[in-house]
Each structure stands twice: as structure tokens, then as C-alpha cells.
């Protein structure tokens, strides 16, 4: 039997993280990196990537910043290439990456907006799966985990388009737990309210009221908050967990 620092250990392992340069997806990348991982990290500005690869390589990791799009397919492709050439596997993938922007109403929501916010949040994150998962299945297995939102189960009027999309994540995440079992388990994080860079467009003390009145922790999370989680479903810890959707958010009711 494996003692609990083996089980939650990712020595030997490489994670890839999309939206990997802020917000969750870096705390996931120094968390994942202190338990022992080599990380790939992939957003859209390489710069933003460099800062945080230096930070794992300061923990004595390997790290491959990478420039990706992840609602452009091709985009895609070479994010996989590059990161199994660079590292020989991949053994966890973190699908992070979204966006949820803003709009007037209903009908303002316009094709362009609808496809990229549809392409970011769900078409990358499946091809991605596709690509990664296929791997993983024909090799010694791994992990996936998809970073969601309470949108999708608890919608309002301000993020249809996103709303639909993590939906659509959730669904992703039960069909390929099953088109990949059993040697690559997929699972899901259902995030809540979390003080990571969006929450500068907040109107805080709205916000700190809402999150008092309608959720059982009274407050939005800490960044840090979501690494227990992640690392659980990214160790040996969750061996016996696929086909999850486990909701992070405080008790948030509304």
C-alpha cells in the first residue's frame, strides 16, 4: 500500500496546463510542480508563460512555456507535438483555458463572439482530449481534468454563451471518461467564484454582498483554494475516480 505522500506524488510526471500564465491554471502549475511534476505551460501571451516556467524551474522542474490558442485547432495540433517532443509524454492535462466576455443583452451576442467563446471553452478542450487522451490510452494512461464553471449547472443572463459552453465541457468530460477507460481517467472541476484576474472587473463590495447572501462560505475563493482538488484528481489519490464533476465554490446557492 502506497503512503499518502506516494499517492498524492507527481514525481516523474508532465503536466500540460492550458491558461497556465495566471489565475488557476499557474497555481495549478507551481502546486503540480512542488508535488514534483514537469509542466508544460500554454497560453496565449509567451512572455506571461516565461515568468511562470522560470518559477517552476526555481523549484528544481523542467518546464516548456508554450504560445497556444486553444480554439485554434492547428494551434492545437502543435501544442501536442511540441510538448511530446520535448518531454517524450504527457501524463496529465489540464484543459484551464476560458474566457466569458461581456455584453449589453441577449442580442448583442454576435456570431464572432459565440464561436470564439465556443471554440475557447470547449472545441480546444475537446481536440486537445483528442489528441492527449488517444496517447494516454495507448501508452502507460494518465489524467485528464476539466476546469468548468457554476455557470454551467447554475446560468444566469450575463454568460449564456460561456454558460453553454462549460455545459458542453461537463457533458466532454463523462463521454471521454468513458471513450478512454480504463487507463486514463477524466474528470471535472465545477469552479466557483475565485479572486483570480476577472475579479478586477468586479464591482467588489456588490460582489462581497452577493457572495454573503448566496453562498454557505460567505466568499469568493482564494487562487490557492483549488490546488487540493486538482491535485487529487491528477494523483494516484483518485485512482479509483473517473467521469467526476466535483463542484468548487464555497456552497454558492445562486
Not at 522560470?54 to 485554434?72: D, F, S, T
Amino acid at each position: 500500500m502506497k503512503t499518502v505522500e506516494e499517492l498524492f506524488s507527481l514525481t516523474g510526471k508532465v503536466a500540460l496546463i492550458t491558461g497556465g500564465s495566471r489565475g488557476l491554471g499557474r497555481e495549478m502549475a507551481i502546486a503540480f510542480a512542488q508535488a514534483g511534476a514537469d509542466i508544460v505551460i500554454a497560453s496565449r501571451k509567451l512572455d506571461a508563460c516565461e515568468k511562470v516556467a522560470a518559477e517552476v524551474e526555481a523549484l528544481g522542474r523542467r518546464a516548456l512555456p508554450y504560445a497556444c490558442h486553444i480554439g485554434r485547432w492547428n494551434q492545437v495540433n502543435d501544442l501536442v507535438e511540441a510538448a511530446y517532443n520535448h518531454f517524450g509524454k504527457v501524463d496529465i492535462l489540464v484543459n484551464n483555458a476560458g474566457m466569458s466576455p461581456l455584453y449589453d443583452s441577449i442580442v448583442d451576442v454576435s456570431e464572432s463572439m459565440w464561436d470564439s467563446v465556443l471554440a475557447l471553452n470547449l472545441k480546444g478542450p475537446f481536440r486537445l482530449s483528442a489528441l492527449v487522451g488517444d496517447r494516454m490510452a495507448k501508452g502507460s494512461g494518465g489524467a485528464i481534468i476539466n476546469i468548468s464553471s457554476i455557470a454551467a449547472i447554475r446560468p444566469t443572463k450575463n454568460e449564456v454563451p460561456y454558460a453553454a459552453a462549460k455545459a458542453g465541457l461537463n457533458a466532454l468530460t463523462l463521454a471521454l471518461a468513458d471513450t478512454f477507460a480504463p487507463k486514463v481517467r477524466v474528470n471535472c472541476i465545477i469552479a466557483g467564484p475565485f479572486l483570480t484576474d476577472i475579479a478586477k472587473a468586479w464591482n467588489m463590495e456588490e460582489a462581497m454582498k452577493r457572495f454573503g447572501e448566496n453562498s454557505a462560505l460567505g466568499r469568493p475563493g482564494e487562487p490557492e483554494e483549488i490546488i487540493g482538488t486538482a491535485l487529487y484528481f491528477a494523483s494516484d489519490a483518485a485512482s479509483f475516480t473517473t467521469g467526476s464533476l466535483l463542484t468548487v465554490d464555497g456552497g454558492y446557492r445562486k
